[in-house]
């Protein structure tokens, strides 16, 4: 059984989480593992954005994650909050892990007092995320670069 937390129940799982973060998204940025650590021991600590989830197996492991923040998408720091770092371990994909762990950020974003969340899609061979967050009430907002320079879609959802 799979439970969907906030990673304030779980803080000392926030390396683990960064160094997923880290190995699927940052590794060949210019950012040092220990400043992802770092940013998610303050998000396992917040009770406002930024913060991260965390699904959590039946052995109380963590087997995925995401995050809501500010400022995701470099070129766009004009449209907040964002759905970020969605991401689930692979032997643990396609059980609908990760609908639950968006439906508990909207849910929360909502709860927040924010009217709009924003995403952008990443760069994933398997999954076709458009299709993805369609499926979960995400609308097309427009095309745009990403922060590594790659052509990505913003998405957002009214709350
Ligand atoms: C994209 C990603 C987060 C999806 O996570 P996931 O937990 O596998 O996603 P879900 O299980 O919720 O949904 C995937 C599909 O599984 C299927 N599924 C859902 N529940 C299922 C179940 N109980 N049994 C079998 N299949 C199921 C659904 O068909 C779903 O597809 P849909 O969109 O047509 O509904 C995951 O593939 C991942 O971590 N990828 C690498 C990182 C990444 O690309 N992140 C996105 C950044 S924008």
Same mark, same amino acid.
């Given at each position: 059984?799979?439970?969907?937390?906030?990673?304030?129940?779980?803080?000392?799982?926030?390396?683990?989480?960064?160094?997923?973060?880290?190995?699927? @998204?940052?590794?060949?940025?210019?950012?040092?593992?220990?400043?992802?650590?770092?940013?998610?021991?303050?998000?396992?600590?917040?009770?406002?954005?930024?913060?991260? @989830?965390?699904?959590?197996?039946?052995?109380?492991?963590?087997?995925?994650?995401?995050?809501?923040?500010?400022?995701?998408? @470099?070129?766009? !720091?004009?449209?907040?909050? @964002?759905?970020?770092?969605?991401?689930?371990?692979? &032997?643990?994909?396609?059980?609908?892990?990760?609908?639950?762990?968006?439906?508990?950020?909207?849910?929360?974003?909502? &709860?927040?007092?924010?009217? !709009?969340?924003?995403?952008? &899609?990443?760069?994933?061979? !398997?999954?076709?995320?458009?299709?993805?967050? =369609?499926?979960?009430?995400?609308?097309?907002?427009?095309?745009?670069?990403?922060?590594?320079?790659?052509? =990505?879609?913003?998405?957002?959802?009214?709350?």
């Amino acid at each position: 059984m799979i439970e969907i937390h906030q990673l304030n129940d779980f803080p000392h799982y926030a390396p683990v989480l960064a160094y997923w973060s880290y190995h699927q @998204w940052y590794s060949k940025r210019d950012i040092p593992f220990t400043a992802l650590v770092q940013s998610y021991i303050e998000r396992a600590h917040n009770s406002n954005v930024p913060l991260a @989830w965390v699904a959590i197996n039946e052995k109380k492991l963590p087997v995925g994650m995401a995050s809501l923040k500010n400022n995701d998408l @470099w070129s766009r !720091t004009d449209l907040n909050p @964002w759905l970020a770092s969605l991401y689930i371990v692979p &032997e643990y994909r396609f059980q609908g892990i990760g609908d639950r762990i968006v439906k508990a950020i909207i849910a929360k974003t909502r &709860e927040l007092g924010y009217k !709009t969340l924003y995403l952008f &899609e990443g760069h994933n061979d !398997t999954v076709n995320l458009i299709k993805y967050y =369609t499926k979960r009430g995400f609308s097309v907002l427009e095309e745009a670069i990403d922060n590594d320079g790659l052509p =990505t879609t913003i998405m957002y959802i009214n709350l």
